[in-house]
């Protein structure tokens, strides 16, 4: 490796949605970053589709929901999830979505799940990360190496536009390198879990009309399933355009792209021949594993990097966002000066833990769709036997295939519960997968409450730590403490009663990713000793 011939904060490695979304976040606050990928960004096979209600809150933050939600995807495109024999076929069971444009406000949150399929999401968080005064993205850079010592680790990054290589000492190095991250490799890490599940093939393909076609009513996601069992689903990507993705469950591993028979596969989800403008192919493999750690020293793991999940429940990349905000604060808080020593190892206790609950949940929903293989000869008949077991699928389906769709309380339950830097006060309520029941118990996200002034609670959380009072309480101590530790504070006097109910106690101390680190209706006598605990300095 060459002498160094930068300096650099945070080099966050990959610019996938994770990484963008951590050089975003850590722009936000200020942070110097310099992000690198090896490609040239453009996506040409897009794999992601869902924005979750979690990650819609951190764009919110971040000024761009509204672009998300106005992204291409029709805000009058019908949502519903449906399960037939074939597009063309019978249709067994449907699950009613209503359009964006149509859908009632959650009462758990300002934002909701929206449909954004890659294609347009990760320009949004280019753009986002790119506006950053302090963030560079450069891409066609390779990271090919990197040592790190107790202070620092200098990384060996290769243009592979002009072929120069340069050595950069950075004060952490961050990998949102993906599933076949070089860099955990590098670390020794391993990855731990039931490993591969299957190998399934993506078909894209152009064909405007399609259900128009098949006669079939509108709808976002198709799964199909013959008297073979449940064997693919068909989704809609970008209506405007036509484009569509065939997925298909699971091959035998042995299949190559030229030895896919995409028409003769198309058929079969289709019910009969079509003709369409085939766009793209690709077979991936279907994981379910968790890296045994997230860092190594001052480098650190997130996204796909350390956790592969099953698409199914819409996880992967809604958790490296998760990983993404939560490791960013704390980069940030060290880089500044008033995070302690134990803040970033908690970045491991805490995303770990949310890591294996999303995969553990993902695999799950996957495994759902096994179960359909017995007695379906009559799937297609015309008799009353065949009506018979579709209405009787189309139940079964609907209740353990469809909880894949009904994921509220994931995508908003989770929560620090053993955090060494949040300070427990009694069990939240259960995680429960499908619905969410909102808590301010420390660790939990805290809760959405609309506040007087039209703005969302969540809206008042971010750049620092915000102390939430309702009611009569002492505070000035704890403000005292946290000048004295230069911890970013701001006291919040609410006076909603809907508020104070939520919260359940006189005051809430908020961090900066939107947990609460500690709850009760007095201050502890030691505000500084609370503030140390928070902040990682005990
Ligand atoms: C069919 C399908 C559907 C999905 N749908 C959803 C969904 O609806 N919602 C959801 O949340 N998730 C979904 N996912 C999962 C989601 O796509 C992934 O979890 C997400 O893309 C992971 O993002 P990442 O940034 O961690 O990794 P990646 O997107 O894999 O990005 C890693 C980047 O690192 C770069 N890189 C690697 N090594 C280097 C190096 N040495 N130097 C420079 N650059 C490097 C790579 O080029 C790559 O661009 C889906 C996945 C599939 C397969």
């Known amino acids: ?16 949605p994770v990484g963008l979304a951590l050089a975003g976040e850590l722009g936000w606050r200020g942070v110097g970053c310099e992000l690198v990928e090896q490609t040239d960004g453009v996506i040409t096979t897009p794999k992601m589709n869902e924005v979750n209600a979690r990650t819609m809150e951190f764009c919110r933050r971040w000024g761009i929901a509204d672009a998300v939600r106005n992204c291409p995807f029709p805000a009058d495109h019908a949502l519903d999830v449906v399960f037939v024999t074939s597009l063309a076929g019978h249709e067994l069971a449907r699950m009613r979505r209503p359009p964006r444009g149509a859908r009632p406000p959650s009462k758990d949150s300002p934002e909701q799940q929206q449909i954004c399929s890659q294609l347009w999401f990760d320009p949004i968080l280019q753009a986002f990360a790119r506006a950053q005064p302090t963030v560079t993205l450069r891409y066609r850079m390779r990271l090919e190496s990197f040592d790190q010592t107790e202070d620092g680790v200098a990384a060996e990054l290769h243009d592979l536009e002009t072929g120069r290589r340069e050595t950069v000492r950075v004060q952490y190095l961050v990998g949102c390198d993906g599933a076949n991250s070089a860099i955990r490799d590098r670390l020794g890490i391993a ?28 709808g976002t996601f198709f799964l199909a399933i013959d008297r073979h069992g449940l064997w693919a689903n068909i989704r809609v990507i970008d209506p405007a355009n036509g484009l569509w993705r065939l997925m298909v469950l699971d091959t035998d591993g042995k299949q190559t792209p030229d030895s896919v028979d995409r028409s003769a596969l198309l058929q079969r989800a289709v019910g009969r021949p079509l003709g369409v403008e085939w766009k793209g192919l690709s077979i991936w493999t279907r994981k379910s594993v968790v890296a045994e750690r997230y860092a190594s020293g ?36 060290v880089l500044q000066g008033w995070g302690g020593a134990n803040l970033l190892p908690a970045y491991d206790s805490e995303r770990r833990p949310i890591g294996l609950r999303n995969v553990r949940m993902a695999t799950e929903f996957h495994l759902a769709h096994g179960a359909f293989t017995n007695e379906m000869a009559a799937i297609d008949d015309e008799s009353e036997a065949g009506e018979s077991l579709r209405r009787q699928l189309g139940d079964s389906l609907t209740k353990s295939v469809g909880r894949m769709f009904r994921t509220a309380g994931l995508q908003l339950g989770y929560r620090y519960e053993a955090s060494p830097i949040c300070i427990a006060d009694g069990a939240p309520p259960p995680d429960d997968p499908e619905s969410f029941t909102p808590s301010a118990a420390a660790g939990c ?3 959405h409450v609309w506040l007087a002034d039209g703005r969302s609670i969540i809206d008042s959380f971010g750049r620092g730590f915000v102390l939430l009072r309702f009611g009569e309480a002492e505070t000035a ?14 006291i919040a006097a609410r006076g909603e009663p809907e508020a104070a109910a939520r919260y359940e106690r006189r005051l809430a101390l908020v961090r900066p990713d939107g947990h609460v680190a500690w709850r009760g209706d007095v201050l502890p006598q030691d505000s500084g000793a609370l503030l140390d605990r928070v902040r990682g300095a005990t």
């Open 191 to 218: 990855l731990e879990g039931q490993g591969t599940l299957g190998h399934p093939v993506h078909l894209y393909f152009r064909a405007p009309d399609l259900l128009a076609q098949c006669g079939r009513e509108p």
């Open 298 to 333: 001052r480098v650190f793991l997130a996204g796909d990097a350390v956790h592969q999940l099953s698409p199914t429940g819409a996880l992967g990349m809604n958790t490296g966002i998760g990983d993404a905000v939560d490791l960013g604060w704390k980069l940030a808080a």
């Open 477 to 490: 101590a704890f403000k005292e403490a946290a000048a004295a530790r230069g911890v970013p504070l701001t």
């Open 1 to 16: 490796m060459t002498e160094p011939t930068r300096h650099v904060p945070v080099l966050v490695v990959g610019g996938g």
């Open 445 to 447: 996200r805290a809760p």
